[in-house]
């Protein structure tokens, strides 16, 4: 959704920025950081809005780093951005020179600052935006799909774990049969045991190996469709059956967000009417158009 954000372009003191901006920037939003947030693996820093939702779909850094860990950044970052000499871009009196952290209050409260109208498409002020019943809507929405997804994802990590746990167990198991098996059959060519008892230790082995098996392929299928049904009754775009995209369409009829009209019609019982808005899965943004106006990704979407 639409949240703060400090362009490069807000800069007085150039020179000072020029010699710092590959550490002040983030590497999500490309803009100046606000409430910086740092990987203990690659030290690469974000601002902390962006991190919330770039987790919120992804488990790892933006960089791939295999331990995933996030920290408050250092007091030297923050006394680099202090620093930093801003003005506002959209005060009539853009000259009045800002600190670091007097411009983010600056433009939290600034009603000069135009936004586009998520329904719209009309720049329209701050203060107006907010006023808009059909935008905190849709924002509303946004925050509860976010909340459930992040939810379904802990319950999700947590089933596999015990899938993992259950797997091994039944690896155990399997092993100790096979070495029963092979201490049986030694056990038969040296005691030369009696044909017919072996054939029946035999049958009652792989008796229980298919057992095993069955216990072990309904344990997968039962979690995996328990997973895939929570995933799809929150409209999550990774487990749509029927599409493949890089964003998600808005239905106008519920103004709700769903991977695509097959699965607007399975969870609701209404016909749906596509508006001229998505969302953007890459940065969250909500545009109309053939691409995104945040982040400038192009429209993918086909069929599986």
């Known amino acids: 959704m639409i949240k703060d954000y400090?362009?490069?372009?807000?800069?007085?003191?150039?020179?000072?920025?020029?010699?710092?901006?590959?550490?002040?920037?983030?590497?999500?939003?490309?803009?100046?950081?606000?409430?910086a947030r740092e990987c203990s693996s690659c030290q690469n820093s974000f601002c902390k809005n962006c991190l919330d939702e770039?987790?919120?779909?992804?488990?790892?850094?933006?960089?791939?780093?295999k331990k995933t860990e996030f920290r408050e950044s250092s007091r030297t970052l923050k006394n680099l951005l202090e620093k930093l000499h801003l003005k506002c871009l959209f005060c009539p009196n853009s000259e009045i020179c800002y600190t670091y952290l007097n411009y983010i209050?600056?433009?939290?409260?600034?009603?000069?600052?135009?936004?586009?109208?998520?329904?719209?498409?009309?720049?329209v002020f701050k203060k107006d935006l907010n006023l808009n019943k059909i935008y905190e809507k849709i924002k509303t929405n946004y925050n509860d799909l976010s909340e459930k997804y992040s939810l379904l994802k802990e319950e999700n990590k947590k089933l596999r774990e015990e899938l993992d746990k259950i797997k091994e167990s039944q690896n155990e198991?399997?092993?100790k049969i096979i070495g029963n098996n092979n201490n049986n059959l030694n056990n038969h060519v040296n005691s030369k045991m009696n044909?017919?008892?072996?054939?029946?230790?035999?049958?009652?082995?792989?008796?229980?190996?298919?057992?095993?098996?069955?216990?072990?392929?309904?344990i997968n299928s039962l979690i995996n469709n328990n997973v895939n049904n929570d995933i799809s009754e929150t409209g999550i775009i990774d487990k749509c059956e029927h599409f493949k995209g890089n964003y998600m369409p808005?239905?106008?009829?519920?103004?709700?967000?769903?991977?695509?009209?097959?699965?607007?019609?399975?969870?609701?019982?209404?016909?749906?009417?596509?508006?001229?808005?998505?969302?953007?899965?890459?940065?969250?943004?909500?545009?109309?158009?053939?691409?995104?106006?945040v982040c400038n990704t192009h429209q993918i979407y086909r069929k599986k």
């Not at 770039?54 to 780093?65: L, R």
């Not at 939290?108 to 719209?120: F, L």
């Not at 239905?251 to 969302?279: A, L």
Request: charged residues 15%; aromatic residues 10%.
């Open 250 to 293: 808005i239905f106008s009829c519920c103004e709700k967000s769903f991977p695509c009209y097959i699965c607007h019609d399975k969870f609701t019982d209404h016909e749906y009417k596509i508006s001229n808005k998505v969302v953007c899965l890459i940065c969250k943004n909500i545009y109309s158009g053939p691409k995104c106006n």
């Open 54 to 65: 770039w987790i919120c779909f992804n488990e790892s850094c933006p960089y791939k780093c």
């Open 195 to 218: 044909i017919n008892n072996q054939t029946h230790l035999f049958a009652s082995n792989l008796h229980a190996r298919r057992n095993s098996c069955l216990i072990n392929n309904n």
């Open 6 to 35: 400090i362009d490069t372009e807000c800069v007085i003191n150039l020179n000072y920025y020029d010699s710092i901006k590959e550490i002040i920037v983030c590497n999500i939003c490309t803009g100046i950081l606000i409430n």
């Open 105 to 123: 209050n600056h433009i939290k409260n600034c009603e000069n600052i135009k936004m586009s109208c998520p329904t719209c498409s009309a720049n």
């Open 173 to 175: 198991s399997c092993l």
